[in-house]
């Protein structure tokens, strides 16, 4: 199934889609990889707050290359999600509503994607440049000394994703594999 959705996510939404639902996102969502990750989840042990509110949000887990002349970001592939596992069952306890990246996710944060009714979405690797074109705005919120990987602020219209794992715990990593299983 095809849905237009709007970031930040709310819960009803986010509880409404499936594994397996391509999705285009229209609104703003946030990028943060691994340095950014480890940074703010050393303010929280600090008990200092976050540069962003995590409730609702979506975090694009994404570094972009320098961007060409016209044009507010370079390329914006997804980076691999799996880096960010130690981190994201706090954030999405916090509030954190979907997740953007590529690749398998853990066990913890399966579980902590179905208690907190959240999602984790995949970007398509190696077509950077076609999801630049989705992103309207791009702007540095925090850690910029982090380089590509500080925390940025992205207006994105119709981006494009897939349901990996929804609400339920349903992961498309697993039934993909089993429905296109030849026996």
């Not at 849905?3 to 009803?12: G, M």
């Not at 008990?47 to 979506?58: K, W």
């Not at 887990?61 to 507010?72: D, H, L, N, Q, W």
Request: hydrophobic letters at 40%; a neutral charge.
């Amino acid at each position: 199934m095809e849905r237009k959705i709007v970031a930040p996510l709310d819960l009803d939404t986010a509880k409404s889609l499936r594994s397996g639902d391509m999705v285009y996102i229209t609104g703003i969502i946030y990028t943060a990889r691994d340095a950014a990750h480890k940074r703010m989840n050393e303010a929280l042990d600090k008990g200092e707050e976050l540069p962003l509110n995590m409730e609702g949000n979506i975090i694009y887990y994404m570094g972009p290359s320098p961007a060409r002349e016209g044009r507010p970001i370079g390329s914006a592939g997804p980076t691999t999600a799996s880096r960010m596992d130690k981190y994201a069952p706090r954030l999405l306890d916090m509030g954190l509503r979907g997740m953007v990246g590529k690749g398998k996710r853990s066990n913890e944060v399966i579980e902590a994607i179905k208690r907190n009714g959240a999602v984790y979405l995949a970007a398509i690797g190696g077509a950077g440049a076609l999801l630049s074109k989705a992103i309207i705005k791009s702007e540095v919120i925090a850690y910029d000394d982090l380089g590509t990987e500080a925390i940025r602020k992205l207006e994105v219209k119709d981006f494009p994703a897939i349901v990996v794992i929804d609400s339920q715990g349903n992961n498309l990593y697993d039934t993909a594999i089993k429905e296109y299983c030849l026996e």
